[in-house]
């Protein structure tokens, strides 16, 4: 699904990412653990075509991230990858199935049909009757929930996920996890986490440990 060779990555004098080489299977649920600073967010923002790397190859699901430019790269991402970060980025003027919405409309899917599709995630998610509150009428876990289904809105191959429990609480955080490995199971669908809670990573197929821009353990 996804392989990453010999990325690099520097800021200014700074070198982030020192030759990263990995590989995600389809339906896999890998965590990445490290220090802070250690490069994890970075490499998953290279990963997902947020961030351009100095050096290295990129392919997801037998397409190299380098032949893909400006639109094109852009509408590659919005049908292929999801995100969830540790702030959910939710639009405040929206309800929760308009931001389920959002990333299927600007694919140029039916208006009808992607409002179906978020209305079923919102209701597998336990949010059905919150379809229509916004985003200030959710708890932090219930605006996480809607993150989560947009990020699923389009199918994704992958999701990448920031810290996606790092402004959660403990229930809320346990909740969340558990929630991951319910869609790899129903939809076989294949995620990459970053975090630092040491439970959600023990509960993944494979811990990669990253140290000083490398991963050390795989």
């Known amino acids: 699904m996804l392989t990453g060779k010999n990325i690099y990555k520097r800021y200014g004098p700074l070198e982030v990412l020192r030759g990263v080489n990995l590989e995600i299977k389809k339906g896999e649920v890998v965590a990445i653990v490290g220090p802070s600073g250690c490069g994890k967010s ?8 947020l961030d351009k790397a100095d ?13 893909l430019s ?42 009808n049909e992607v409002r179906d599709r978020a209305a079923e995630l919102l209701k597998m998610l336990g949010l059905f009757e919150r379809n229509e509150n916004k985003p200030n009428q959710l708890s932090g876990g219930e605006q996480q929930r809607v ?39 129903q939809f076989n669908q294949t995620f990459l986490i970053v975090t630092h809670n040491e439970e959600l990573s023990q509960l993944s197929d494979r811990v990669l440990h990253m140290k000083d821009g490398k991963i050390i353990v795989a």
Not at 42 to 49: A, M, N, V
Not at 82 to 95: A, I, S
């Open 42 to 49: 970075t490499l998953l923002h290279i990963l997902g075509s």
């Open 55 to 67: 050096m290295g190859e990129i392919v997801i699901n037998h397409t190299a991230l380098s032949v």
């Open 70 to 111: 400006g639109n094109k790269l852009a509408s590659f991402r919005n049908k292929h990858i999801g995100f969830v970060f540790q702030f959910h980025h939710l639009l405040p003027e929206f309800t929760a199935l308009e931001n389920v919405c959002i990333p299927g409309w600007l694919a140029g899917r039916g208006k």
């Open 147 to 185: 993150a989560v289904a947009r990020a699923l809105i389009n199918n994704p191959d992958i999701v990448f996920a920031d810290e996606p429990t790092g402004n959660l609480d403990s229930a809320n955080a346990e909740e969340l996890h558990q929630l991951f490995f319910d869609l790899r199971k």
